[in-house]
């Protein structure tokens, strides 16, 4: 199981709530929601008490899992053989090309295919 978060355009503080105000979507502490804004923003995935997303630097993909989503964030360990590796990696760059591409710099949801082989192939993967 995982639930999908999505980043917004913007933010509106009121007393009360806080709201994007461009799709008028309630967002949580980490400024989000699970409804996509009506811009094609960042979407993390939260899965296995893990935040995942793909960070894109210098034309390379790496997938990330952090603990928490705000302040210093606490990176783990994703440790499997070459062959998961490699698959994963092809996934990786699936999901980056499906939003933009390897030469934009900056972070990237995992598309539900990627998530779904993560989770078919837990005994594989070890997260430290
Ligand atoms: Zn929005």
Redesign the pocket.
Known sequence: MYERLYQ??GMLISEKETI?P??H?ELDENLMSPNP??YDTTSFVKYNGLWWFINVWNCRAVLCATENMRGYLRYRKIICDEKTKEKINELVIKSVEEHGALNISGLYGLSDELVEFLENNEDKITIQ
């Open positions: 917004h355009s994007c461009l799709c979507e804004c009506v």
